[in-house]
């Protein structure tokens, strides 16, 4: 699958990006690396079920109205997606924002129906959710699968969680409890369950070192 016209995005261990017209429509091509250091059979193999993951993930959120790029392409045998750009900037940018407290509430119901489809997004941190028109959006389902496991769940949200305490340590405590009063009103768990969920996993974690 080629294009005409790349405009470099960025670079990561897995993945480059760059920005696109398909269809001329402003869109994300997003291309898995090939990995020298892993045998080529397995390889493919990986790159290729990482890439079915993500693109179905992708289309079982749209099809549930959870914020998320649409895909427009997928070709397996570069491991690539192309779907649509979302023109805004991350929620990083926004924490000293008014809106703060809005945003995270938005965030935790988003955050709250991904999970309520059993899918757990991998990576949630102040960078990959990006903010349209006052509208958030989940993006990079690198790592997303599908799961109904309430630990993998409870990490999903830890990693919010930890983003916010290394990095925007001054908004912790209104955005941690926004976001939690946002999951609780979608997710099917209560505010108790989850509470003592992610307090489960944080001793276990810190037993073991982790």
């Not at 990482?50 to 992708?58: A, D, G, P, Y």
């Not at 749209?62 to 790029?69: G, H, S």
């Amino acid at each position: 699958m080629e294009f005409e016209n790349l405009e470099f995005m960025s670079r990561a261990a897995e993945a480059e990006l760059f920005k696109i017209q398909y269809m001329d429509i402003p869109c994300v091509l997003k291309r898995r690396k090939k990995k020298s250091y892993r045998n080529p059979q397995l390889d493919q193999s990986l790159n290729q079920k990482r890439t079915q993951t993500e693109s179905n993930v992708l289309a079982t959120a749209l099809l549930n109205d959870i914020n998320v790029p649409t895909v427009r392409l997928v070709d397996y045998a570069s491991f690539s997606i192309v779907m649509d750009y979302i023109d805004g900037k991350p929620l990083k940018e926004h924490v000293d924002s008014p809106t703060v407290k809005e945003l995270f509430l938005e965030l935790g119901k988003q955050v709250g129906n991904l999970h309520n489809l059993d899918i757990v997004h991998g990576d949630l941190t102040t960078s990959n959710v990006i903010i349209k028109k006052g509208e958030v959006f989940l993006i990079d389902f690198g790592l997303a699968k599908f799961s109904s496991s309430l630990e993998d769940k409870g990490v999903d949200l830890l990693v919010l969680y930890r983003t916010l305490l290394s990095t925007h340590s001054h908004i912790v405590d209104t955005a941690w409890s926004a976001l939690l009063d946002g999951y609780t009103q979608t997710s099917k768990l209560n505010r108790k369950e989850i509470l003592k969920r992610l307090e489960t996993i944080e001793k276990r974690k810190r037993y073991s070192g982790h």
